[in-house]
Structure formats: structure tokens, C-alpha cells
């Protein structure tokens, strides 16, 4: 594997930051938000410098029920092709469910949401890798992820299930470090005994970031600086293997440039720990005591062993993805259209997850339809929940930011007059074929409302 060095994720509000900032070796940004004809400037000129790009994916769904999109895979290798990246990551976690293969309404989650570790999700999300893996021109890597709920009827650990995946697909592993501690306060799973299960030698890079604790819940915002648990667990894995690169996320509440270089300096130093335990490290013999790891590294072999057992003759993919779309389809109508909760999940975590959706379907089409927060001022946000509560994502966030503002005309939400005929403006704008203010004739009559507007 390829060694990237340090680097931090892209972004374009830190973008000239970034050009400047001493010891980035490698950029990672969000493959959607990339267009291969106009790559920004500021990536342009990080190639030219011979920084490595690399195209993060956040919107395939590799752990969805479906095969992935063929559409969707062709627009993550046209970006692929476009950045000259020697390699691609996605997600392990599905972000739609729904649609003719459990007979439902099709619904968006509008975010990264956990898949169960059973032998049927892992059955479909393998096949979905190879068919990935297939279509995408650079070897595939695909991230742990943070999770706020726990599925019922868990049948493997999450170092198990990743060895596994990446044992039977060959697929290299993005190995979030913050993602196991936010799963280590939700959940009580132990980091240490993750990164003992993982396939080491199957790490592409690492992903380190910060969030938040709220009444006992760790939201993993990347928004607020990397906490040192965080960075213990970084110590932890270098400790048993140099990564091949290590990068810093940051995707809002962005800190001046010296705060993020701090950051960095951090991460290396907790690299650097890392690397000198594992360098001080001696293989067990007669004269030294076995210490905890050792046994523990000798646990996590003895159960390896045991799944290695001959397994009963496979049955075909597909009523394992029937199944496993049942199980998401409902899932994920009860987190966005208010459905019965399926038996077995934490009721009041499900509510915190709901939530946290909504907040982030807020925060992400106040980005896309910047108009959106100005037009509605401060009562945006509180609108856009309300709105949230009882319409479901369907279609991707600008068709959201459409739909919500529609709502609010539809239904006489607007009680001032000057902007209702805003958001009207805005909505008949972009709802068309082409924008109105391109047709004949239109140009004038908004001018014309615009003055009109003001006195």
C-alpha cells in the first residue's frame, strides 16, 4: 500500500488554509462534492504540487439491501479518473432503504446509518464490494462508522465483522479511530479489543476527529477539536502497526489555521508514542512473563480459529438482501416517518438518533440552499424541524430544500407578506425545467418585484 504521510480532509471554506499549511501530504475530499470538469482551483493547484487528492464517498450505501447504483459507481470513478487518485473510499453503512425490493416507499436517511452484524449483511455487503470493486478503476476502502443505536440480534463483533469483510473481498479498511470511541460510549464497545480483531495489514489510512458528549451520548460532529481518548486509541493502533497515512476531519465550526495545525502536531505525537511502544515490543519467550495483550491477541486467534470451522453451504444473496432490506426499511421509517419502532431497539436512543437526523437534513440544506436561512432568518431552523417531523427524505437534498420550501407556500406557513413572495421567488426559481430568470421577459418582472420589495 501506498504511504500518504499526514494529511487533512479538503473543504472549501479551509482551502486556502490548507494550501498553506506547512507538512500536509495528502487531501481526501467528498467525492459528491467534486465535479470532474470543474475541480475546484485549490485542488488543482495541490495536484500540481503533487499532493495526493483522494475521493471520500458518502452516498453509495455499500450496506444498503440493493446492489449499488450503477449511476452512482460511474460518478465515483468519473471523479476518481478526474483527481488521478490511487484510491477511492465509501462507507460501511446504508443510507436509503426501501423501494420495490421490500414493496415500501423508497426513503433517504440523509446520512451514514449502521448495518446489523449478521451473516445476511455481511453476505450482501461482501457482493456489494465485489460489484463496487468491479466498477472503479483504483482499489476501493471502505470506513468503520459512528453509530448512535445498537441492532438486536448482533451475531459478530465489529473487529470480526471487518476481518471478515475484508478477508472474503480483499477490500482495504478506512479505519476511523474516533468512530471506536463513539462507538465505545454508545454502545460499550472495547477499541482495544477491536483493533485486536482487525486485519491490520489491510489498512489503507486512518481517519481521526472530534465531537461532543451530550447526557451520556457521544455525537461524532466533526466540528470540535479531537478529544485525548480519541487520540489514545490512534496511539493504540500505531502501536501495533504504522498506518500508511493518517488524516484529520473537520467539516464545520472550522478553527483558525494554528488551532488545526495544533491538531496535527497532536496526531503526530500520538503517532510518534505509538510507533516507539511498538518499536520497544518483544516477542514472548521463556524469560518474559506473557503480558495482557498477549493473551488477549491469543483470544482473539483462539475465536479466528473457531470461525474458521466449515461453514453450511451458502444460500444464494438474494433473500438474504430481502430480509435485510425488511429490516432497514423499517428501521429507517421509524427514524424518519414516525412508524411503530421495530422490536428489539432502545426506544429513547432511537428518538436521540431521529433527531440528530433531522438536525443534520437542517444543517446540510441550509448549505446547499444558503438562500434558505436568509430568506427565513432565525426562524429557519425551528420551520425546517417542523417540516422534518412528517415529510421524509426521498429524493436527495436539493429536491429536500425544494420540498420544504413548497411546504411552506402549500401550507400557509409564511405570515409575512415580503417573505412569502421571497421564498415564492426562490421556489418558482429553481422548480422548473431551467431557471425563470434565464426565460424571456423574467428578468425584467423580478427586477421589477425586487424594487417593489423594498419600499
Not at 88 to 111: C, D, K, Q
Not at 123 to 138: F, G, I, K, S, T
Not at 268 to 297: F, N, V
Not at 404 to 423: H, I, M, N, S
Amino acid at each position: 500500500m501506498e504511504r500518504l504521510g499526514t494529511g487533512i480532509g479538503w473543504r472549501p471554506e479551509i482551502a486556502d488554509a490548507v494550501e498553506r499549511m506547512p507538512g500536509i501530504d495528502w487531501v481526501e475530499a467528498v467525492a459528491e462534492n467534486v465535479c470532474p470538469g470543474h475541480l475546484p482551483e485549490s485542488l488543482v493547484r495541490l495536484r500540481e504540487r503533487g499532493v495526493t487528492v483522494i475521493p471520500h464517498g458518502v452516498s453509495l450505501g455499500l450496506g444498503g439491501a440493493e446492489r449499488p447504483d450503477a449511476g452512482r459507481l460511474a460518478a465515483l470513478a468519473e471523479r476518481v479518473a478526474a483527481l488521478g487518485a490511487p484510491l477511492v473510499t465509501e462507507h460501511i453503512a446504508f443510507v436509503r432503504a426501501g423501494g420495490p425490493l421490500t414493496a415500501s416507499p423508497l426513503l433517504e436517511a440523509g446520512h451514514l446509518l449502521p448495518v446489523p452484524r449478521t451473516r445476511d449483511s455481511l453476505d450482501v455487503l461482501c457482493e456489494n464490494v465485489r460489484v463496487a470493486q468491479d466498477a472503479l478503476p483504483v482499489p476501493l476502502a471502505v470506513e468503520n462508522i459512528a453509530a448512535l443505536i445498537s441492532w438486536p440480534g448482533e451475531e459478530m463483533t465489529e473487529g470480526q465483522f471487518l476481518y471478515e469483510l475484508a478477508d472474503r473481498t480483499g477490500v482495504r479498511l478506512l479505519i476511523d479511530v474516533a468512530n471506536l470511541h463513539t462507538n465505545h460510549v454508545n454502545r460499550g464497545e472495547d477499541p482495544a479489543k477491536a483493533l485486536a480483531e482487525l486485519p491490520l495489514e489491510a489498512i489503507a489510512y486512518v481517519h481521526v476527529a472530534g465531537g461532543f458528549e451530550r447526557d451520556g451520548v457521544w455525537h461524532d460532529s466533526h466540528a470540535h477539536p479531537v478529544p485525548q481518548p480519541v487520540l489514545d486509541i490512534l496511539t493504540d493502533l500505531a502501536s501495533r502497526v504504522s498506518p500508511p497515512g493518517v488524516l484529520l476531519e473537520r467539516d464545520e465550526n472550522f478553527p483558525e489555521p494554528g488551532e488545526l495545525e495544533r491538531e496535527l502536531g497532536s496526531i503526530r505525537t500520538a503517532l510518534e508514542k505509538g510507533g516507539a511502544e511498538r518499536g520497544a515490543a518483544r516477542p514472548t519467550s521463556p524469560t518474559r512473563q506473557a503480558s495482557p495483550q498477549d493473551a488477549a491477541a491469543r483470544d482473539v486467534e483462539a475465536d479466528r480459529a473457531s470461525q474458521a470451522a466449515p461453514a453450511p453451504p451458502a444460500e444464494p444473496v438474494g433473500p438474504a438482501r430481502q430480509r435485510l432490506g425488511l429490516a432497514q426499511a423499517a428501521l429507517l421509517s421509524a427514524l424518519v416517518a414516525g412508524t411503530p419502532v421495530p422490536e428489539g431497539f432502545d426506544r429513547v436512543r432511537l428518538g436521540v438518533q431521529a433527531r440528530a437526523l433531522a438536525g443534520k437534513r437542517a444543517d446540510v440544506v441550509a448549505k446547499v440552499a444558503p438562500e434558505l436561512p436568509v430568506i427565513l432568518g432565525d426562524g429557519y431552523r425551528r420551520a425546517f424541524l417542523g417540516y422534518a417531523h412528517g415529510h421524509p427524505m426521498t429524493g436527495g437534498y436539493r429536491r429536500d430544500a425544494l420540498d420544504f420550501a413548497g411546504y411552506l407556500l402549500a401550507e400557509d406557513r409564511c405570515q409575512d407578506v415580503r417573505t412569502r413572495a421571497e421564498l415564492r421567488e426562490w421556489w418558482l426559481e429553481r422548480s422548473g425545467p431551467k431557471p425563470r430568470s434565464r426565460r424571456p421577459g423574467i428578468r425584467l418582472a423580478h427586477a421589477t418585484r425586487r424594487v417593489l420589495l423594498r419600499r
